[in-house]
């Protein structure tokens, strides 16, 4: 019993006021008299008592209407009402008091031991009441106070709960969507993979996320296409021990994925920038050759120019009279002089060799602008063989000076929905770190070269890309650290411990796919990357159909 709890008895016998009162005030209640209906309502108006006890007979009114008036009364809502009468009453006039609102309908006089249980039992009502409140309001406080989108779908596949949050991505208030099934709100996001998850959710009892829901926000708001990380699950029901619905907490991730995406571009022009002193000299050999075939190709036509002006000439003159033998044995001489027929074999050759490496500028150009690409929104289909091999030449400087690559790739391998450009910088950085294990096994100018290997199969419903070094491999101390942000054993200014974290991200977290690395010390190191190609090829199907 709290000390708080208290009594307004009202009653115009005065032996049994007193006896009431003195009862209990004797259990610690606090206590209040009225003899009057008047100033019973009176009192209780100014008290505010947590229970009334209400005679029924009382000289200036009756007890049933002043019980009415109480209950009528807004101040007056957590006050509770004992009727009470010393004559018989029939059960029809107590269900007459019962009905107005009085919680008990008493006859006296009745035992001390009865009196007390009833009036203990209301109070012990009225605290549990509390509790009750106070945990509703403290649960609804923490859900108004969540940041992020909750939906809870009852066991009849109707919501009885959408947030603030929810509002706000979708533009529907509460009221709009309460009792309503989710699928017939016409919501803009992935309703299928929704579905799913839900449909999963209630046959497994368990837990489902959903990675990178897309979602489009009302018309009006800058940035509409979003993306949604979405837990749902199981709520169970105390009463039938079953699943009783099924709670959807959505995490609007569309920011950090900017984040993500700005982070990996600016990585991916810090690479090239890395890279550019090395595409430039891949790129300036081929263009040595080429000039110095043009210059090859200017001087010969000019020789040969000359030769067809003495020809063209003599021709011109044979028209009028025949040339003599001292003029054909010039021009014969000028022709020798000239080397034409060494020309003649030559220029074509010039012209295939510069055309050759014409065509190996322009495959370099294109590897950078495939690699340097600022990526897409959505997956879209790639050929992961010709994205190896690109990254393979954009990345040539850095590892042909210490190793061989061997290229083993599947030509059977299907082309993938995915997101190339972070494939590509996930690539990128495992060669340049097997290039640079390579280099600190068999130092940078040693004339023994490793061997970085690189091949891609078709296992099931995944796609495997092996990336293999003969460098010095990795200490098992290290193996538990190798994908933790700023991780690096490298010296300060040559690496930032984030390679590996991005490729990681790029394969398990967009692609869903795995990233592992199988290493020994003295005999090099495998990176093994598996990406699922039937949930890729259906996320893509999913983001054109959008």
Not at 118 to 129: Q, V
Not at 518 to 525: A, K, L, N
Request: proline share 4%.
């Amino acid at each position: 019993m709290s000390e708080t709890d208290s009594i307004l008895i009202v009653d115009d016998e005065e032996i049994l006021l007193e006896l009431y009162a003195e009862i209990l005030t004797s259990q610690g209640y606090e206590v209040s008299l009225a003899k009057t209906a008047a100033e019973g309502f009176a009192l209780a108006r100014e008290l505010r008592p947590d229970l009334v006890l209400l005679d029924v007979g009382l000289p200036d009114g009756n007890g049933v209407d002043v019980c009415r008036r109480i209950k009528n009364d807004p101040s007056l809502s957590g006050t509770s009402v004992f009727l009470f009468s010393g004559k018989y009453v029939d059960s029809e006039s107590q269900a007459d008091g019962l009905e107005i609102g009085a919680d008990e309908f008493l006859v006296k006089p009745m035992k001390t031991r009865e009196f007390l249980a009833r009036i203990a039992a209301l109070f012990k009502m009225k605290k549990a009441e509390r509790e009750v409140r106070r945990s509703h309001m403290e649960v609804y406080q923490i859900l108004a106070s969540i940041q992020s989108m909750l939906v809870v779908i009852d066991e009849r596949g109707r919501i009885s709960r959408w947030n603030h949050i929810a509002t706000k991505l979708f533009g529907l208030p509460y009221d709009h969507v309460k009792g309503r099934a989710l699928e017939n709100l016409g919501l803009s996001w992935e309703s299928e993979r929704i579905l799913e998850g839900i449909r999963s959710c209630r046959e497994t009892m368990g837990s489902v996320r959903l990675e990178n829901v897309r979602f489009t926000r009302p018309e009006g708001r800058e940035g509409r296409e979003g993306y949604l990380t979405i837990n749902v699950d199981p709520v169970f029901s105390t009463l039938e021990r079953g699943l009783g619905g099924v709670v959807l907490l959505g995490e609007d991730i569309s920011e950090r994925r900017l984040l993500e995406a700005q982070l990996l571009q600016a990585q991916k022009l810090e690479s090239i920038g890395q890279l550019a002193a090395g595409v430039a000299h891949e790129i300036n050999t081929p263009i040595q050759f080429i000039s110095d075939n043009v210059l090859f190709l200017k001087n010969a036509f000019q020789d040969l120019r000359d030769v067809i002006q003495d020809c063209h000439a003599m021709l011109r003159d044979a028209e009028a009279v025949a040339p003599s033998p001292a003029r054909i044995a010039e021009l014969l001489g000028r022709y020798e002089k000239n080397e034409v027929a060494y020309l003649l074999e030559e220029i074509p050759q010039a012209i295939d060799q510069s055309l050759d490496g014409l065509e190996r500028v322009a495959h370099i150009v294109r590897s950078m602008k495939s690699f340097a690409h600022p990526g897409e929104k959505t997956m879209v289909l790639a050929d992961i063989n010709k994205a190896l091999k690109d990254t393979a030449t954009v990345s040539r400087n850095e590892w042909k000076y210490v190793a061989e690559m061997h290229m083993d790739l599947d030509p059977e391998l299907p082309m993938i929905s995915c997101y190339p450009s972070e494939l590509n910088q996930a690539f990128l950085n495992i060669i340049t770190n097997a290039a640079q294990a390579i280099a600190e096994a068999y130092g940078e100018s040693a004339q023994e070269k490793g061997l970085i290997a690189v091949s891609t199969r078709r296992d099931g419903e995944w796609m495997e890309i092996r990336f293999t070094d003969n460098g010095p491999g990795i200490p098992d101390e290290i193996k538990p650290r190798l994908f933790d942000p700023f991780f690096t054993t490298k010296e300060v200014g040559k690496g930032t411990g984030q390679g590996l974290v991005i490729a990681r991200n790029a394969v398990v977290k967009r692609h869903g796919g795995t990233i592992a690395a199988d290493s020994e010390v003295g005999r090099g190191t495998t990176f093994i990357i598996r990406l699922p190609m039937a949930s890729a090829v259906e996320e893509h199907d999913q983001g054109a159909s959008a």
